[in-house]
Nanobody, 123 residues
């Protein structure tokens, strides 16, 4: 049974930091690219960041580049998102997912998503 469980969300002040984790099981974590997406109220879900299966390549949305860092620990089957200098516009439910990269474009598998963790940034 595939499971992706996010944690680490919460309320943080603008300019602060937060670290999200995604514990996975039920699939070969080290064989998949992994990613983070988010969905703000009234908006469509959007790509945040992705990382290749070995961690050698990382990709970011322009809106978070230079502030967020995606990483992974293949020994622990866990994905991370370090969020620094957060802004109110980062308020959203954050989801981790597993997928693949083709030509630098990350595509999550439809069935490999977590349930999400809420991040709220106060101004």
């Amino acid at each position: 049974q595939v499971q992706l469980v996010e944690s680490g969300g919460g309320l943080v002040q603008a300019g602060g930091s937060l670290r999200l984790s995604c514990a996975t099981s039920g699939f070969t974590f080290s064989s998949y690219s992994m990613g983070w997406s988010r969905q703000a109220p009234g908006k469509e879900r959007e790509f945040v960041a992705s990382i290749s299966s070995t961690g050698s390549s990382r990709y970011y949305a322009d809106s978070v580049k230079g502030r967020f860092t995606i990483s992974r620990d293949n020994a622990k089957n866990t994905l991370y998102l370090q969020m620094d200098r957060v802004k109110p516009g980062d308020t959203a439910v954050y989801y981790c997912n597993a997928g693949y990269h083709r030509g630098g474009i990350y595509t999550p598998r439809s069935e490999y998503w977590g349930q999400g963790t809420q991040v709220t940034v106060s101004s």
